[in-house]
């Protein structure tokens, strides 16, 4: 990023969205707000260089690159998802893994839509909302471990994408709707890859309360935040 570039990151769920902006040194955090501040929030107001929103919807499957096909691309994310009659289904190429992203951001209301059409890019144009798991697998291969574990919960659903080194072992998000319960996927899922937290780091790109962060603290070698 140079020094003319600046970044503001959305991520949006049924609740409500937090924001984070990096512009040069400056990096800004919101925490998670309401969809009635939306209008209300400077920062909101701004064009950026690079805008990304991400859309928390577990409405999502991963698919490999050579099994995908395009025009059957609902039919391929019904099959492991309950997908709204509605919903909107799209896909986009992930290569880090060889791999399709097939999905739809169709989670209910229009948070996400009214997001993509306040915060534009600087030459005036509009960033596609994409779903959560397709930032979750850009940014878990920049985790500097081995074992690469990240996480975002929000609105009672667990997102989990699990690597060892550039090996994609899961991608999957999980009901759970309160955090003993999001902690409980979690270390199914690392008993299930024999995976040992006291030598792991656990990151979040989703915000954490102290007392969540503390409790994982208890078993995992480090906690981080995005």
């Given at each position: 990023m140079t020094a003319t570039d600046n970044r503001i990151s959305i991520q949006v769920g049924l609740s409500g969205y937090s924001f984070k902006i990096?512009?040069?040194?400056r990096k800004v955090k919101s925490g998670w707000m309401g969809p009635e501040s939306v209008f209300t929030v400077q920062e909101l107001?701004?064009?950026?260089?690079?805008?990304d929103?991400?859309?928390?919807?577990?409405?999502?499957?991963?698919i490999p690159q050579s099994f995908h096909n395009p025009e059957s691309s609902r039919e391929q994310l019904s099959?492991?998802?309950n997908l709204p009659?509605?919903?909107v289904v799209d896909y986009i190429p992930v290569p880090e893994f060889a791999s399709v992203l097939v999905y739809s951001t169709s989670i209910g209301g229009t948070l996400h839509?009214?997001?993509s059409e306040s915060v534009l890019k600087m030459d005036g144009n509009k960033a596609k909302p994409l779903p959560e798991f397709y930032?979750?697998?850009?940014d878990v291969l920049k985790i500097n471990e081995y074992n690469r574990i990240l996480a975002s919960y929000m609105d009672g659903i667990l997102y989990l994408v699990v690597a060892q080194g550039k090996t994609l072992l899961l991608c999957n998000s999980f009901k759970a709707p309160d955090f003993t319960t999001a902690q409980y996927f979690i270390f199914m899922v690392m008993k299930k890859l024999q995976l040992n937290p006291e030598v792991s780091t656990i990151c979040f790109r989703t915000g954490l309360q102290e007392e969540q962060e503390m409790s994982l603290y208890r078993y995992f070698k480090n906690v981080e935040q995005l």
């Amino acid at each position: 990023m140079t020094a003319t570039d600046n970044r503001i990151s959305i991520q949006v769920g049924l609740s409500g969205y937090s924001f984070k902006i990096e512009d040069g040194a400056r990096k800004v955090k919101s925490g998670w707000m309401g969809p009635e501040s939306v209008f209300t929030v400077q920062e909101l107001q701004r064009r950026y260089s690079h805008v990304d929103i991400s859309v928390l919807s577990p409405y999502c499957a991963l698919i490999p690159q050579s099994f995908h096909n395009p025009e059957s691309s609902r039919e391929q994310l019904s099959e492991v998802v309950n997908l709204p009659e509605a919903a909107v289904v799209d896909y986009i190429p992930v290569p880090e893994f060889a791999s399709v992203l097939v999905y739809s951001t169709s989670i209910g209301g229009t948070l996400h839509k009214v997001l993509s059409e306040s915060v534009l890019k600087m030459d005036g144009n509009k960033a596609k909302p994409l779903p959560e798991f397709y930032y979750m697998l850009k940014d878990v291969l920049k985790i500097n471990e081995y074992n690469r574990i990240l996480a975002s919960y929000m609105d009672g659903i667990l997102y989990l994408v699990v690597a060892q080194g550039k090996t994609l072992l899961l991608c999957n998000s999980f009901k759970a709707p309160d955090f003993t319960t999001a902690q409980y996927f979690i270390f199914m899922v690392m008993k299930k890859l024999q995976l040992n937290p006291e030598v792991s780091t656990i990151c979040f790109r989703t915000g954490l309360q102290e007392e969540q962060e503390m409790s994982l603290y208890r078993y995992f070698k480090n906690v981080e935040q995005l």
